[in-house]
């Protein structure tokens, strides 16, 4: 792996994705070098990236993230800052290097994370790069518990690479959690994920994706994570989520599918069988009755659809309400 092999991948890009392509053959470059350190042994992959390198996502990723699986450890960070730097200037790039953490993360509970900047620069990438490639290696030191992981094996540039990662409904919890607990710093790139995850037929870990929610809110409860997103989707200026993603797509056609209607209709219904069956149990007691929540409208306008599971739901609840 060599400065031609990140100058080849721009220049078989368009011209508007060169900087995002040569970007993304440096992050595999970079991946490479920690595996063949055996650095990534106490790691997970995950986000954006974990889906474009191993997955194949049509959509460019701008930084690394990975999971750290020994809490009692703040991970060989001192090795990657050395690994990386030697991998950057093997490729014939110059690197500008540097880190922060482990420090912690505004969270309901302890949580830290340990991030390592990336600036490569060399006079043959200006033209697309003026800056320089630019990533962050981003740590999560206390990840959730509940995690399912797998292992995927890639060529980059010749080599074989055995990368560390979790199962696409682990992943597919980072993105929830996000959607769900966070409404300050939306991007597009969360909402087109999640589009792919669900194209792909793919569910959640529940578990998994109820203690990230506990780590850092009140909720919502997990269990109910389609209707609270059904929800969300009502407020959010997708016009801003549009251009937000826009330069990252491969295709720039698929834009036009993030928008309210389009998330909607491609995000589940909850298990009304097992709500109607906790219903008839917990009575006015259930917590879906103590207090508003997206849940019962999903469960109205299920009913109205004819969902019979639904149907069945809306009278129990009528009839708690009525007796009560």
Not at 124 to 138: K, N, Y
Not at 188 to 193: K, P
Request: aromatic letters at 6%; glycine letters at 6%; charged letters at 25%.
């Amino acid at each position: 792996m060599d400065l031609d092999y990140i100058l080849q991948h721009a220049a078989k890009s368009p011209v508007v994705h060169r900087h995002n392509a040569a970007k993304d053959a440096l992050q595999q470059c970079l991946l490479a070098a920690l595996g063949r350190q055996g650095l990534l042994a106490g790691v997970a992959l995950i986000g954006g990236t974990a889906l474009r390198i191993l997955h194949q996502l049509p959509r460019y990723s701008e930084d690394l993230d990975f999971i750290w699986g020994n809490p009692q450890d703040i991970g060989p960070t001192a090795e990657w800052e050395t690994t990386i730097r030697r991998a950057v200037q093997k490729i014939g790039l110059n690197p500008h290097i540097s880190a922060k953490g482990p420090q912690k993360v505004d969270a309901r509970v302890e949580k830290r994370s340990f991030t390592i900047y990336v600036a490569a620069t060399h006079p043959s990438i200006v033209p697309f790069a003026r800056d320089g490639l630019q990533i962050s290696f981003e740590l999560d030191l206390d990840p959730p518990q509940g995690t399912l992981r797998e292992f995927r094996t890639l060529t980059i540039a010749g080599e074989q690479v055995t990368v560390p990662t979790l199962t696409l409904p682990s992943l597919m919890c980072g993105k929830l959690h996000i959607l769900l607990t966070r409404s300050d710093r939306e991007k597009g790139r969360d909402w087109y994920d999640y589009l792919w995850y669900r194209r792909a037929g793919i569910l959640p870990n529940i578990p998994q994706l109820q203690n990230a929610i506990d780590q850092t809110s009140t909720g919502p409860d997990a269990r109910y994570w389609a209707s609270y997103l059904r929800e969300r989707t009502k407020h959010v200026d997708w016009e801003n989520i549009r251009h937000d993603v826009a330069p990252f797509l491969l295709n720039q056609e698929e834009v036009k599918d993030l928008n309210e209607i389009t998330i909607a209709n491609i995000t589940p219904y909850p298990d009304f069988a097992e709500i109607a069956h906790e219903l008839e149990r917990l009575g006015l007691t259930h917590p879906l009755l103590t207090s508003p929540n997206p849940v019962v409208a999903d469960i109205e306008q299920a009913a109205m659809e004819g969902e019979i599971d639904a149907i069945d739901a809306q009278r129990v609840i009528d009839r708690l309400r009525s007796a009560g």
